[in-house]
């Protein structure tokens, strides 16, 4: 179906918005809240313009966010947290009683990442609290590294997601080139505070960080990204002008000198940096972790338990591998050295060249189209599913994860965008792309984002790394029920790699920050549980390395939406629906589990 936004939803319009919701008339109490809730959403927008930007909202009486970015600034990080205090004591003097279940649930999802935010600028005062921004997925101890930061950020968005149609789009696109250096500025003195405080990037990230930095210094500017992105959208929408010229000149005036700057700030701190990966050498780095363990799943679960469920999943994982394994003449050796000899079969990969990277691009398409006409058998309700599928820009590809998406604008304007990272083109066997490509795209992120675009607009804004992470492994096992893989065991293997590569990661991100495992000690566990290449296991290890605990939500999600499954499955019997509990969830939004769980129960209860 075609996405439509209708502004904010009010009224019966947002009580109606999930199934496992009851429709009736809004009261007023409800009107009264979603007035409150709608105010946040404004609120967040302003204190964060770029999520406007990646849900198409920066235009009509928004339209003054499309010239501005975040700002990166102590004071206005500071100003941030108090925003967030006051909203967060609004929101508890609601009387959730008085409300429909529905807008119950809005306000306690709502409340929830407020909460986890004000916690972690109170026990994480470093780095980036990014819990209420478009990066809620990745906080991190460090306000620069190789994976975030404007120098990441900033072309991405400017290049992916800033139309030009006019003049005044083409002059707010060179205002936030302006601030872009601004924002640059305000990170370098946030990253010598921090390396005061004793926050210091391990050196070996250290040194990619400050090779990226570099490099995007020495560019000529026109052969930029965002510059030749501008001059592509200026020239298609017919508007005349040295619009080229002024943007190379603020690249080069500005841009590349704080680029620069920023490098040798870096670097400065080298000498002094740690040399291992974990985050266990920083200051009160034990709750600093476990903040970003508790953000990340929404649980209370320790290290210690979510390593060992890691290590028991991969045991199980292992063991349903071994027989498909069999088959394909892989008999010696250990899943993962198995899986390792599987992947390196000729016939299996692309060629490493641009007609290579082209096969694969358009053999990820094939998969979404082969899929895409089963999805009703899946969900009651569809959505379009709007998607295009893109290499991640090679100027950010050493230091990007292996793949990563998120929904277009909210009116279906714009697409949302499934990135694959080819810097090494053997990290991806044709039998491990479906399943990623789930995840990725439908029914995976892109697929349950659209879902958010009828929820109040504060609901698309936030979001919760254990719902959306173990919702994307939700829609591979989604993959796997719809038969996907009935003439394809080679994609089962994939499948079943990909499950368990993800309990390993419940293993290595604990060892590395917790148990103190060396980052080769790290990339040793990962190679042999999954059987991934040596590249393929570092570049995940580096990923967990800067952005701590995030890898955690994943398979805590996922295994937690199938407890909640087999719950609702043996009360209801004969009358569940597994069409009905996926809208039910899908449904849903972002949220904390433990709200999933009150959520599906009321699915449940409306069935039984």
């Excluded at 999802?109 to 819990?131: C, K, N, Y």
């Excluded at 590294?145 to 072309?155: E, M, R, S, Y």
């Excluded at 060629?351 to 895409?372: F, W």
């Excluded at 394809?488 to 419940?506: E, T």
Aim: with cysteine; charged share 20%; proline share 4%.
């Amino acid at each position: 179906m075609t996405i439509a936004r209708r502004g904010f939803l009010t009224g019966t319009a947002a009580l109606a918005a999930t199934s496992a919701f009851p429709v009736r008339a809004a009261a007023s109490s409800d009107q009264a809240t979603l007035a409150i809730l709608n105010r946040h959403a404004e609120a967040l927008l302003q204190a964060y313009p770029e999520s406007a930007a990646y849900l198409g909202l920066d235009n009509g009486k928004r339209a003054s966010l499309k010239a501005r970015l975040t700002d990166r600034s102590a004071a206005a990080e500071s100003a941030r947290r108090d925003a967030a205090a006051q909203r967060f004591a609004e929101l508890k003097r609601i009387n959730q009683a008085a409300l429909s279940s529905a807008v119950a649930t809005h306000v306690e999802t709502v409340a929830a990442a407020h909460e986890i935010g004000l916690d972690g600028w109170r026990r994480m005062p470093v780095g980036d609290m990014a819990f209420l921004s478009n990066n809620n997925y990745r906080s991190t101890p460090y306000v620069v590294t190789q994976g975030n930061g404007a120098f990441v950020d900033t072309p991405d968005l400017l290049e992916n997601k800033h139309g030009v149609a006019s003049s005044a789009d083409a002059d707010a696109y060179l205002a936030r080139m302006e601030d872009y250096a601004r924002q640059l500025g305000n990170e370098t003195e946030r990253l010598r505070a921090d390396a005061a405080a004793g926050v210091l990037l391990p050196a070996v990230f250290n040194d990619i960080t400050v090779a990226q930095l570099r490099a995007g210094a020495a560019q000529p500017a026109r052969e930029q990204g965002m510059i030749r992105s501008f001059a592509e959208k200026t020239a298609k929408a017919g508007l005349p002008g040295d619009w080229e010229a002024r943007a190379a000149s603020i690249v080069d005036r500005r841009i590349a000198p704080a680029l620069a700057e920023q490098a040798d700030t870096l670097a400065s701190f080298r000498a002094r940096a740690p040399h291992d990966g974990g985050m266990w050498h920083l200051p009160d780095a034990a709750d600093r972790y476990a903040w970003l363990a508790e953000a990340s799943t929404t649980t209370k679960r320790t290290p210690d338990e979510i390593h060992e469920a890691g290590v028991e999943q991969c045991r199980a994982y292992a063991a349903e591998l071994d027989p498909l394994l069999r088959a394909q003449g892989l008999t010696q050796g250990t899943a993962g050295e198995r899986l390792a000899a599987l992947g390196k079969r000729p016939d299996l990969l692309f060629a490493d060249s641009d007609a290579g990277r082209a096969e694969l691009l358009a053999y990820l398409n094939t998969i979404v189209a082969k899929l895409r006409p089963r999805l009703g058998q899946a969900f009651g309700k569809l959505v379009r599913g709007n998607l295009v599928i893109k290499r991640v820009p090679p100027a950010i590809q050493n230091g990007a994860p292996n793949g990563y998406a998120g929904p277009g604008a909210l009116d279906g304007s714009t697409p949302g965008i499934y990135f694959i990272n080819l810097r090494d083109m053997g990290n991806w066997p044709r039998f491990g792309l479906p399943t990623l490509t789930f995840h990725e795209g439908i029914p995976g992120h892109i697929w349950q984002g659209e879902y958010t675009f009828d929820l109040p607009l504060v609901r698309t804004l936030l979001g919760f790394n254990a719902y959306s992470e173990g919702w994307g492994l939700y829609a591979e096992q989604i993959g796997d029920e719809l038969g996907y893989y009935e003439d394809d065991s080679l994609g089962r293997i994939g499948y079943l790699q990909s499950m368990n590569f993800r309990a390993a990661r419940l293993v290595v991100d604990t060892g590395l920050h917790h148990k103190r495992w060396s980052i080769d000690q790290a990339t040793r566990w990962m190679m042999a549980a999954t059987g991934y290449t040596e590249s393929h296991a570092r570049s995940e290890i580096n990923r967990y390395c800067i952005w701590p605990g995030q890898a955690l939500g994943y398979k805590t999600g996922h295994n937690e939406i199938n407890r909640l499954r087999e719950a609702a499955k043996a009360k209801l019997g004969a009358r569940f629906d597994v069409r009905g509990f996926n809208d039910a969830v899908v449904q849903a939004g972002g949220m904390p589990l433990g709200v999933l769980g009150k959520v599906v129960d009321r699915w449940t209860a409306s069935v039984a």
